[in-house]
T-cell receptor
Framework: VQLVESGGGLVKPGGSLRLSCAAS????????MNWVRQAPGKGLEWVSS????????HYADSVKGRFTISRDDAENSVYLQMNSLRAEDTAVYYC??????????????WGQGTTITVSS | QSVLTQPPSASGTPGQRVTISCSGS????????VNWYQQIPGTAPKFLIY???HRASGVSDRFSGSKSGTSASLAISGLQSEDEAAYYC???????????FGGGTKLTVL
């Protein structure tokens, strides 16, 4: 059972990035998926969730209108398209799988994280 | 405003029992189930407790969770040095329509 994130890096304010998370070892299509971030020296902050079959998507107010979550069950992958990036988006971004079809805060498998730095 | 409040720090000596609280409101803890995570510095969070008091697979029975009204607690018995970590509560919030994490509690084993 594994989640592997990719796509992190250094980006200028106002720029865009697309994070990917590849899942293996479990029935990906059956579970909700989440993105959670952690700014340097800070706590965990939920970013976005998507239910199984993509029926529901949810976003934190801090990213609503700028970030888009999506999933491809054929590829066992979830994505986070991040636009209009700001300095305050600088963080380690974790992909995490939920334990049910719909999100609810329970995330049993976590990736290793990918770092986003937004700076000029 | 939807907030989950945790004490910023907690401590105990080896063998002791410590509890970490998580205080919320009717829109989150009062109406949904609570989850707990452990994060050792430099590593990804680890799933500990779900549905208030269910231990995740492979989690030691020294860890237990409880919920009452709009508050929840994580208890760690027989404290060990390896328990030194940050602990976070997390719950769905009906007002935010999203997941709420507590601010985290840094546990120090003295």
């Amino acid at each position: 059972v594994q989640l592997v994130e990719s796509g992190g890096g250094l980006v200028k304010p106002g720029g865009s990035l697309r994070l990917s998370c590849a899942a293996s070892g479990f029935i990906f299509s059956s579970f909700n998926m989440n993105w959670v971030r952690q700014a340097p020296g800070k706590g965990l902050e939920w970013v976005s969730s998507i239910s199984s079959r993509s029926t529901d998507v949810h976003y934190a107010d801090s990213v609503k209108g700028r970030f888009t979550i999506s999933r491809d069950d054929a590829e066992n992958s979830v994505y986070l398209q991040m636009n209009s990036l700001r300095a305050e988006d600088t963080a380690v971004y974790y992909c995490a799988s939920g334990i049910r079809e719909r999100p609810g805060g329970a995330m049993d498998v976590w990736g290793q994280g990918t770092t986003i730095t937004v700076s000029s | 405003q939807s907030v989950l409040t945790q004490p910023p720090s907690a401590s105990g000596t080896p063998g002791q029992r410590v509890t970490i609280s998580c205080s919320g409101s009717s829109s989150n803890i009062g109406n949904n189930t609570v989850n707990w995570y452990q994060q050792i510095p430099g590593t990804a969070p680890k799933f500990l407790i779900y549905i208030n008091d269910h231990r995740a697979s492979g989690v030691s029975d020294r860890f237990s969770g409880s919920k009452s009204g709009t508050s929840a607690s994580l208890a760690i018995s027989g404290l060990q040095s390896e328990d030194e970590a940050a602990y976070y509560c997390a719950v769905w919030d009906d007002s935010l329509n999203g997941v709420l994490f507590g601010g985290g509690t840094k546990l120090t084993v003295l």
